[in-house]
């Protein structure tokens, strides 16, 4: 039977590098897949790994219908076995109803891959509709680690090294910034509840005068910059 599967998880924990590796490994055996995504970090129209991998896709932006884009894609003689969504956090809720169509009434697998909270802790729109109607969800296995080298659970929004709580739920961003710029890290619950990015341990334990929240806090920093 053709399934809704979820594969979920925090940042950095190889969601996009899985969802290329199963259009090869399903393309390497003849199948045809349709590709989308959204708000990639690559650009429009493109589902990129942090590995450097990056293939064509199509940009499922606001008002996008799945089902209707692929009724007329096959209506016209065009081919899917399988369709793989990326950035699934940032579909809306009636686009994920979509994609459960696409499963139940055109018969595809649909692999939709994508974070489930944001910055804030809170769960997004569209992983929210997704863990109500997929019928498998797969936590990814590849941990991504904290700072403080514990299993990551949280996703943190930083600017300039200092972790921010409020702001617009999505701004584009990369685990790899400069200074200044709008970027994200990955935490434990912690240290995430705490507000103590790298940055932040790193300050704590080169100088005496930056404290964080406690001395538990400063005793991990000491030690995490020594590691």
Not at 30 to 52: H, N, P, Q, V, Y
Not at 54 to 63: P, R
Not at 173 to 189: A, F, I, N, Q
């Amino acid at each position: 039977m053709p399934e809704l599967v979820f594969f979920s998880g925090t940042m950095d924990c190889g969601k996009s590098t899985l969802a290329l590796q199963i259009e090869h490994n399903r393309s390497a055996r003849g199948l045809k897949g349709m590709i989308f995504t959204r708000d990639d970090r690559a650009g429009e129209g493109k589902l990129s790994s942090r590995l450097g991998l990056v293939t064509d896709a199509v940009e499922a932006g606001t008002g996008f219908d799945f089902y209707v884009h692929l009724v007329g894609h096959l209506s016209a003689g065009g081919r899917a076995d399988y369709v793989i969504a990326d950035e699934a956090q940032f579909l809306e809720p009636e686009q994920i109803d979509q994609l459960a169509r696409v499963v139940d009434d055109l018969e595809l697998d649909v692999f939709a891959f994508g974070i489930t909270t944001d910055f804030r802790s809170k769960l997004f729109p569209g992983s929210q509709r997704l863990v109500e109607l997929a019928d498998r969800i797969e936590v990814l296995q590849v941990e991504s680690l904290c700072w403080c080298g514990a299993r990551a659970t949280h996703n943190a929004r930083t600017v300039g090294g200092r972790m921010v709580v409020e702001g617009a739920q999505v701004v584009i961003g990369d685990v790899s910034h400069g200074e200044d710029e709008v970027g994200y890290e990955v935490l434990c619950r912690r240290h995430h509840r705490r507000r103590m990015t790298s940055a932040a341990a790193r300050a704590a334990a080169l100088s005496p005068d930056v404290l964080p929240v406690d001395g538990v806090d400063a005793v991990d920093a000491v030690g995490a910059v020594r590691r």
